[in-house]
């Protein structure tokens, strides 16, 4: 159907099709207010590298991305459809890596701008992967136990093509854990033939799963704080500094637990249901108790409850770590934060309006890319061992981790130091220049 270049210029009807092509084409479907963040991120962090425009193009738009409609039989028999999606975003060192999050507000544009993220995470720390990320659109605390199986179940099938050890390795995320792990897992065997325990990280020990795994990525933001409270604010450790975890669910939990343990008061928590503060500190066994028990915080007697989860991020404290959801420090709430240091452990959860804020009021944000990177290099580990069939004790893998998190840090640390352009640029810098690095000494195929 191409015509020759004369025909194409003469005709008119050629030219006004491909430019409306091309208006179409610069990344429209994954559009979101998420990936405009990210985007403007990364575009800050590629005109201080000085990032030429074919590169810049390469290394912003996700390479690959799938949209899947799955069909799920309710409990009560009732057919309902959900929404899925799965993002790669960097082929070029590797497979790639990242969760599948269980969300009402999971989209294309979310998980294209969470796969971006996932890219600089992985060149950072300097992990053979590039970024991908994937979920369904749902509510999971309305779903069954069945019927979350089923979801998961029917979204790895239809995601099947796109996966596998040497290609794309899902992970849990918001709203999923170990056991939709073991169902993906499950469910690839049952497709291909056989067990490939390695397709998926954060499984159950007993399936390939490794020690510490689900720690990694709590314990990956406590050292994160570690550092930052020490480099950036010349403090010493963190013994009777008070820190608000926003967020109580396998990131949150495992920071409040790790941050106790070291002496930190930890004066104020909350989750979906509610938030509370209490000057005295919570004790993470109690509240680990009563959210077992109770799946919610709301309800708790030991605290006095907030009258809106939004102001739990105002409160007094020195430490404040979003552990939750993206967005939640905005221009709105910025200049009424107390907070001395924001450690990230959920993404892209501070508006680049909320950064410059912060920035301004000269409170210290140790970004997502770094704070949370725990999960994802201790996944790492999990392939590695999958793939050699060997087994890591915990002491490895904390160690491992620690000296994962360091390098990463000196690395971040004198990036910044060059640029003095703050940490969030600093990282996203480190980050493209190890991914335009293996972009262009890739080349271009064909
Ligand atoms: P999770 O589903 O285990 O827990 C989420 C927590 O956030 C729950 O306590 C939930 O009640 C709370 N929450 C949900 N909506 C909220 C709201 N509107 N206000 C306040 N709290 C709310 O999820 P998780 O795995 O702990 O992930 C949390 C964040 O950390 C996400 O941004 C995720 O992308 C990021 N992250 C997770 C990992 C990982 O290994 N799980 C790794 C890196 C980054």
């Known amino acids: 159907m191409r015509g020759a270049d004369g025909e194409r210029r003469g005709s008119g009807g050629w030219e006004k099709l491909l430019s409306s092509e091309r208006e179409l084409r610069s990344g429209e479907e994954w559009k979101s207010e998420l990936y405009s963040v990210a985007q403007r991120q990364f575009s800050e962090a590629a005109d201080a590298l000085g990032l030429d425009r074919g590169l810049r ?10 949209t899947v409609n799955l069909p799920v039989r309710l409990d009560s028999g009732e057919i309902q459809l959900f929404t899925g999606y799965r993002v790669q975003h960097s082929l070029s060192v590797g497979p790639t890596k990242g969760g599948v999050r269980f969300a009402p507000g999971v989209s294309l544009g979310e998980c294209a701008a969470l796969a971006l993220w996932m890219s600089e995470k992985c060149a950072l720390l300097g992990l053979p992967f590039g970024g991908a990320k994937g979920g369904v659109r749902c509510d999971p605390y309305r779903l069954s136990q069945s019927e979350k199986e089923r979801v998961t179940r029917r979204y790895t099938a239809e995601i099947l093509p796109m996966i596998g050890a040497d290609q794309d390795i899902p992970a849990p995320d918001l709203g999923t854990g170990p056991t939709e792990m073991s169902w993906m897992m499950d469910t690839y065997a049952q497709q291909i033939g056989h067990s490939v325990p390695a397709v998926v990280t954060g499984k159950p020990i007993h399936l390939g799963g490794i020690a510490g795994r689900e720690c990694s990525t709590g314990l990956g933001v406590v050292l994160a704080c570690e550092m930052g409270w020490r480099a950036r604010l010349g403090r010493g450790g963190l013994d009777g500094v ?62 006095s409850e907030l009258d809106s989860r939004d102001s739990l991020l105002t409160e007094p404290t020195e430490i404040l770590i979003p552990a939750a959801l993206e967005r939640q420090l905005t221009a709105e709430n910025a200049p009424r934060v107390q907070a001395e240091m924001i450690v990230e452990a959920a993404n892209g959860p501070t508006t680049p309006e909320a950064d410059q804020i912060f920035a ?54 004198s990036t910044d130091a ?9 990282a996203q810098i480190a980050a493209l220049r190890v991914m335009a690095a293996a972009a262009r000494d890739r080349g271009i195929y064909p």
């Not at 193009?57 to 799938?66: C, K």
């Not at 637990?257 to 004790?283: Q, T």
């Open 57 to 66: 193009t390469r290394l912003l738009e996700p390479r690959r991305s799938l």
């Open 360 to 413: 301004d009021r000269g409170i210290e944000v140790i970004p997502d890319v770094f704070a949370n990177a725990g999960g994802v290099v201790v996944s790492y580990f999990e392939w590695v061992q999958g793939l050699q069939r060997l087994k890591w004790s915990e002491r490895q893998v904390v160690e491992n981790l620690g000296e994962y998190m360091r390098t990463a840090w000196e690395q971040l640390s």
């Open 242 to 303: 008070r820190v608000i975890v926003q967020g109580m669910g396998k990131v949150g939990m495992v920071a409040i637990n790790e941050l106790h343990k070291r002496g930190a008061i930890i004066v104020g928590v909350g989750d979906v249901s509610a938030s509370g503060y209490s000057e005295r500190g919570f004790d993470p066994d109690d509240l680990s108790k009563w959210i077992t028990d109770n799946e919610f915080l709301r309800g708790y007697p030991r605290m």
């Open 418 to 426: 060059e640029y003095s352009l703050g940490l969030r640029v600093a």
